[in-house]
């Protein structure tokens, strides 16, 4: 049985609405979650009443933005259980989290003979800008193997024991596959890249937000997350660095409020996590981060991460019975995160995606930026239906009709 959550849509203004004829059932939540009215509230009190800038001014409003933008701060490091807010970085995402890291500590300590050790299961995000530091420093990229032939075995840890050699600098993995919907043994995998005297970067997007996250527990050096997957506005997202790292890396970018002294001869840096926020920072998106962690938690991490992987096993099971199909990741009747991704023998997923709209399913087909592994897997795109706190069992039963219809129309 999943949770009683089923009243949750109320609080989440953009699924009262119909497509297609149809009330909308949002299955697209692993590329973005929905805001509840808290959030959205959130943001339009700082704008209506606090919208400043910060840290600077000393009149009233840029004082209380810069509460709120500390607060949100304090706020991060408590929900991720950073030992310090002075770990917390605010980036757009994590996207520029992981580039944050890659151009910062990468080209300050990478090297040639340097190995960067990614795994096949990466997003982009977590794989190019390691790629990218690589051509400049001579560093090589390698990757740990993914097992099954629908990945269905997860990470191949015997060959991460393997490749996990003293010439492993940078470990960078992905907690959750926003592709498989499986989830890595990031504890272990940490210590192993600590023994061999090499950090760990942990693309947190499809965890925080999902379940309990403890950085010190995990032991992890690096863990980056976006707030428009964990019903925050996008944006938003944070960098957790250990501080020790953070002291020692050089900025990335240059500009108004990362300086401690400028002079035409050059200039010196506020310590972290100033010097890696240049500019105006995004001081609206991280109150309504702030609100989003408090109303997650005010659900409970623990019951959300449940009620995700419940609808998910509820889908997966459902949709292997279809004729043709071909599902990624754990298999069915097996533990699995909120995402179920799969494809059809004789239906491309963009025309999956398309059928289904009509009927107010939304979907996300492609290659959900995965490309390698779906070149591994010998696939060019497949269907993802991926699930939310304010998803229900109506919405599987939804998502398997359309299913069956489309099977229909195309005579697959």
Known sequence: MTHDFSNLRVDFPTLDQHVGGHPLVYLDNAATTQKPRAVIDAIARYYER?????????????????????????????????????????????????????????RANLKAGDVILCTEMEHH?????????????????????????NAEGGLDLEAADELLTPEVKVLAVTHISNTLGCENPIKDLCAKARAVGA???????????????????????????????MAAPTGIGALYGRKALLDAMPPWQGGGGMIANVTF???????????????????????????????????????ISRHESELAMMACEALSELPGIRILGPRPGEHRAGTVSFAFADVHAHDVVTFADQDGVALRGGHHC??????????????????????????????????????????A
């Open 50 to 106: 606090d919208n400043s800038n910060v840290h600077r001014g000393l009149h009233a409003l840029s004082m209380r933005a810069t509460d709120g933008y500390e607060a949100a701060r304090a706020r991060t490091a408590k929900f991720i259980n950073a030992a310090d807010p002075a770990e917390i970085v605010f980036t757009r995402g994590t996207t520029e989290a992981v580039n944050l890291v890659a151009l910062s500590w990468g």
């Open 265 to 303: 001869e050059g200039s010196t840096w506020k310590p972290s996590p100033e010097r890696f926020e240049a500019g105006t920072p995004n001081v609206a998106d991280a109150i309504g981060l702030h609100a989003a962690m408090d109303y997650l938690d005010g659900l409970g991490r623990p019951a």
């Open 125 to 149: 995000s977590n794989m190019v800008p390691w790629q990218l530091i690589a051509q400049q420093t001579g560093a090589t990229v390698r990757y740990i193997p993914v097992v099954g032939e």
């Open 370 to 411: 995965n490309q390698p592994l779906m070149r591994k897997l010998g696939l060019p795109s497949t269907t993802r239906a991926s699930f939310y706190v304010y998803n229900t069992p109506e919405d599987v039963d939804a998502l398997v009709k359309s299913m069956r219809k489309i099977l229909k129309f195309f005579g």
């Open 199 to 229: 950090i760990s970067v942990i693309d947190g997007a499809q965890s925080a937000g999902h379940e309990l996250v403890d950085v010190q527990d995990l032991g992890c050096d690096f863990f980056a997350f976006s707030g428009h997957k």
